[in-house]
């Protein structure tokens, strides 16, 4: 069983819909928390940082941590056309190195 | 500001082969990782390095040797290149200390088939 488990998709929603993007864990240990978003061909980016549980606004974007039921979710608010990419969890237990989830292609159609 | 580069960008090796993939940032920053994604995986984390002269293994260090003799180099090996390692290799770093802002900062890619 893969220590990070997320959804492949793809998700597709229209314009202006609210998107939720969720992974589990399984991982006690993991304490950082972060999404990045990867266009086709390039490299992830990062989108959203969270330390342990709680939430965090950031524009369009909100993260959520749940540790008690080792839950995180991103939520995207009035998607775009720019937002269709493939979105990754990564978990961190403090040693730097980052556990991804296997990514969820969403595409927003105008 | 030239940040994180991966060279070569595309290559085509044959079974067997030493392959070896470039990653150079200009930050000084003392992390540096390397990952494979691959279809229905995500990114798998090969090895990574805290400072130069310090390596460690991760998820799928098998078949891959890495090196890091100044901290902005941090060359990833293929001693014998078989099929399985066909795949998109990122490089990336982050600062010593762990901040509020960004934190690993990706490469652009290399993309590796082995034929």
């Keep these: 069983q893969k220590e ?21 864990y399984s991982n006690s240990a993991f304490q950082y928390f972060m999404w990045y978003r990867q266009y086709s061909r390039k490299g992830p980016e990062l989108l959203m940082y969270t330390y342990s549980s709680g939430n965090k606004e950031d524009g369009r974007f909100t993260a959520q941590v749940d540790k008690s039921s080792k839950y995180i979710s991103l939520f995207i608010r009035d998607s775009q056309p720019s937002d269709s990419a493939t979105y990754l969890c990564a978990c961190d237990t403090g040693r730097r190195a980052l556990t991804f989830g296997s990514g969820t292609r969403l595409q927003v159609q105008p | 500001d030239a940040g994180i580069t991966q060279s070569p960008r595309y290559k085509i090796t044959e079974t067997g082969r030493q392959v070896t993939l470039m990653c150079h940032q200009t930050w000084s920053h003392s992390y540096m990782f390397w990952y494979r994604q691959d279809l229905g995986h995500g990114l798998r984390l090969i090895y990574y390095s805290a400072a130069a002269d310090i390596t460690d293994k991760g998820e799928v260090p098998d078949g891959y040797v890495v090196s890091r003799s100044k901290t902005e180099n941090f060359p990833l090996t293929l001693e014998s290149a078989t099929r399985s390692q066909t795949s998109v290799y990122f490089c990336a770093s982050i600062p010593l200390t762990r901040g509020q802002g960004n ?3 990706f490469g652009p890619g290399t993309r590796l088939t082995v034929t």
């Design chain 2, 103 to 105: 934190e690993q900062y």
């Design chain 1, 4 to 24: 990070v488990e997320q959804d492949p998709g793809p998700l597709s929603v229209p314009e202006g819909a609210i998107v939720s993007l969720n992974c589990t």
